[in-house]
């Protein structure tokens, strides 16, 4: 059985299971949805590229069609549908299941603000009373004898 994700694509098998899971239109005012399988292509693309929302392959269809249906999946649990469709599906163990979906911290990118400390974090004696860069600056003149 694979129902594991290669190369972007999601296996035949893997769709039979996470299909009947999802939102159908019936009852859906409005357009209908697009393509549901592609767009959970786009989705895991994005999250396994780690690439920005606006840089996804068109043949995903537009970016903000992808991450909306993205965003409402994450709040009304159809996610948690999809995984409960697996793991009854493969009769995998907690651990099992938690090992398959399990994150590789060597392909995982931090965002670029968390490459340090918070700037209030770190006080040097200069910094104790306001911490302002101003404020540094003024103490430095002073300290040299500067008017």
């Known amino acids: 059985m694979d129902l594991m994700v290669r190369d972007g694509v999601i296996s035949n ?62 709040i009304d649990g159809t996610y948690e549908a999809m995984v409960a469709a697996v793991h009854e599906h493969a009769g995998l163990g907690h651990e099992d299941l938690e090992a398959i979906l399990s994150i590789d911290s060597t392909s995982v990118r931090a965002h670029q603000h968390a490459a340090g400390a ?16 101003f404020e540094l600056h003024e103490f430095s003149d002073r300290a040299r004898g500067a008017a």
Not at 14 to 22: F, G, N, Q, T
Not at 119 to 132: C, I, L, P
């Open 13 to 74: 098998e893997l769709w039979d299971v996470v299909e009947p899971v999802l939102p159908t239109n019936v009852g859906r005012r409005g357009r209908p949805w697009n393509d549901h399988r592609t767009t959970l292509e786009g989705i895991i693309w994005r999250f396994r590229t780690g690439s920005p929302w606006r840089d996804l392959p068109a043949e995903f269809g537009p970016y903000q069609s992808v991450w909306q249906r993205h965003r409402l999946w994450s």
């Open 118 to 133: 918070r700037h209030d974090s770190v006080v040097t004696d200069a910094q104790e009373d306001t911490g302002g860069s």
